[in-house]
């Protein structure tokens, strides 16, 4: 009983209760002052970190298609010049006639005539310039059939719009000599200068 009557007397004291009060008011004001801002704090830093992380998942997602990317750019790059070839910048048609006097000779035939007209490129419905090339051989069904399909291969685009043969029918045979007239037609992404009259 006496000991009970002395804590309760001691936490009575003035000296005691002041102590505490205090104590509990530092408690608080560090409670008010320090801790809820630094909670309020570490929820907005989490927040951060989460929407830091969703960006760094996308950025990885764009590295990975990148490197998916880059290993694809030299085969890229290689088809770009073959489709730069294939219908080119420029009519370059002396050069052109020569790929076609050597796939001529090449095939067998005999090149009769070869004649272009770069002066007058009829416009196709897209940005494409057709420079029409008139051609006449002669040989056999076989170096002729070798001819079209060379032509066909060419690098650069080249069709085939008109084909007349003669020399062939009854009686004849794959050795026998054909002549053949065509029209053929090659293309390029800019008019072709008009030659002076």
């Known amino acids: ?31 008010f002052a320090f801790f809820l801002p630094q909670g309020s704090k570490i929820s907005k830093l989490d927040a951060q970190v989460q929407t830091l992380q ?10 990975a298609v990148l490197k998916r990317d ?33 796939t001529v000779k090449a095939s067998g035939t005999k090149l009769s005539t070869i004649s272009t007209s770069p002066e007058s490129p009829a416009p196709t ?31 650069r685009l080249t069709i085939i719009p008109t084909v007349q043969i003669s020399g062939g029918g009854v009686g004849t ?8 007239s065509m029209r053929l037609e090659t293309f390029t992404t800019s008019k072709p200068p008009i030659a002076a009259p």
């Open 1 to 31: 009983m006496s000991d009970t009557t002395s804590t309760a007397d001691v936490l009575r004291s003035t000296p005691v209760l002041i102590g505490i009060v205090v104590t509990l008011v530092v408690v608080l004001i560090w409670l």
């Open 125 to 155: 419905a897209s940005s494409y310039y057709a420079i029409p090339v008139s051609l006449s051989v002669t040989g056999t069904y076989d170096q002729v059939l070798k001819l079209i399909t060379d032509i066909y291969a060419l690098p």
């Open 173 to 180: 045979n794959r050795s026998t000599v054909l002549s053949v």
């Open 54 to 63: 969703q960006k760094v998942t996308q950025g990885n997602a764009r590295i």
């Open 70 to 102: 880059s290993q694809t750019a030299p085969k890229l790059a290689t088809e770009l010049a073959k489709l730069k070839q294939y219908i080119p910048a420029t009519a370059g048609v002396y050069n052109y006639i020569n790929t076609i006097t050597a």
